[in-house]
């Protein structure tokens, strides 16, 4: 293999360890081509793989596969991403007509995603080496899922660090700038084109149904985005607040509100912070809430910062439980691991004075599959907490 690429011992460890990622700082000598599939040798010329190449990325290289002559073909991307396509099949059976196909990593497809919103889909190419196989994996995907569009939001600031351009592209056929939603009996509009990640919060699925099984009497879904959390609320709750900071997200929220005939739900536009001070001031209670917060934590810098905002809506949301309520809570920063998350919620308990029982411990659901040696497949974490009734 001498026009291979030589990574170092460190490096290979890593690989062999589980994990397909290879920083620039464990690069002995790059690949010779351009970005795209290369295959890897350790120092002493072992054969580790084939990885694909982002010349320009701190990830050098993402291992796809442990073979040295992996094709990386249009045949080799059919048969990864069936696969993928394969482990969701009960899932579309299931009560829902949209999910996660690819989640990266999780599925042995580093740095791809892929939403299905019914008949459509949207992908995010998200490194140059995968960039390169544009083609190969946009043609297996329509063929596999007979998709009557495919959308790339390929418009995230990760791309910028690969050396690609940002940007939303139509890659085949038509995605309309709506899309009806199935969920478990409660229906939305996602927003493939303009919403956000790649049109709504597919992530959030199982969560929102557990909510909704729990939910009673005054109900409040705070950051609620397109307020798909309060349209499951309102399925057994009398009365439903919405809040996001968001007019925008909150007029979505309205309309599909209407599109479910709900009457129950009011939309409020406001900072969840200060409703929450404001609320706890005037002495509400509520019976079921609803903590689903965008990441606080953006990177390792801001992981303090983040949990004594996460303290802060835990500590509020729990004191505003009528005794025996529900609170589902959640975090969405990677770099708030679960150990921190619940931490951060007995901390959130004590302070409350207010007896908090763990019902729950809940993370993603099958179709964002995290593999537990890659711990950037995983981020979501929640918890489903019942307010003691002494
Ligand atoms: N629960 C939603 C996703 C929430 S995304 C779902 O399941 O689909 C996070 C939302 O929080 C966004 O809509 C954003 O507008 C809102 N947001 C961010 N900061 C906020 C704040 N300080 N107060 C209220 N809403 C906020």
């Not at 939603?181 to 939305?188: C, I, K, L, S």
């Amino acid at each position: 293999m001498s026009d291979a690429a030589v990574i170092s011992a460190r490096g290979a460890r890593r690989w062999l360890g589980g994990h397909p990622w290879i920083f620039k700082s464990d690069v002995v000598r790059p690949p010779a081509g351009p970005a795209g599939g290369a295959p890897v040798t350790d120092p002493s010329g072992r054969p580790l793989g084939v990885a694909l190449w982002s010349p320009t990325s701190e990830i050098s290289l993402r291992f796809v596969s442990r073979q040295m002559d992996a094709a990386l073909d249009q045949a080799w991307w059919r048969e990864r991403l069936a696969a993928a396509l394969a482990r969701r099949a009960e899932l579309l059976d299931a009560g829902t007509n949209a999910c996660r196909l690819v989640h990266g990593e999780g599925d042995g497809l580093p740095s791809l995603v892929v939403d299905r919103y019914d008949r459509w889909l949207v992908v995010q190419l998200l490194s140059a080496g995968l960039e390169a196989f544009r083609a190969p994996v946009i043609t297996a995907l329509g063929e596999l899922t007979g998709a009557e569009g495919i959308l790339a939001r390929n418009d995230v600031s990760v791309r910028a660090r690969e050396g690609l351009p940002r940007a939303v592209e139509l890659l085949s056929g038509a995605v309309p700038e709506t899309v009806e939603v199935r969920e478990h009996g409660v229906r939305y509009l996602a927003a493939p084109h303009t919403g956000q990640k790649t049109g709504a919060f597919l992530d959030q699925r199982e969560a929102r149904l557990l909510a909704g099984t729990v939910s009673r009497g005054r109900a409040l879904d705070l950051f609620s985005y397109h307020g798909s959390f309060a349209l499951h609320l309102a399925t057994r709750a009398d009365h439903v607040r919405a809040v996001d900071s968001s007019a925008a997200a909150l007029a979505r929220a309205a309309e599909n509100a209407a599109l479910n005939g709900r009457t129950n739900i009011e939309c409020v536009e406001a900072d969840a912070f200060d409703f929450l001070r404001d609320e706890e001031r005037a002495g509400a209670r509520y019976e079921t809430i609803v903590l689903d917060p965008p990441a606080f934590a953006k990177n390792r810098a801001s992981i303090s910062g983040a949990l004594r905002g996460y303290r802060e809506i835990n500590r509020r949301a729990m004191r505003l439980l009528a005794p025996g309520g529900f609170l589902y809570t959640a975090s969405c920063s990677y770099h708030v691991g679960k150990d921190d998350f619940l931490g951060m919620l007995g901390l959130a308990a004590g302070e409350s004075g207010r007896r908090m029982i763990l019902r729950a411990v809940t993370g993603q659901p099958t179709d964002h599959p995290e593999v537990l040696t890659i711990p950037e497949t995983g981020y979501l974490k929640g918890a489903l907490v019942e307010a003691g009734t002494d």
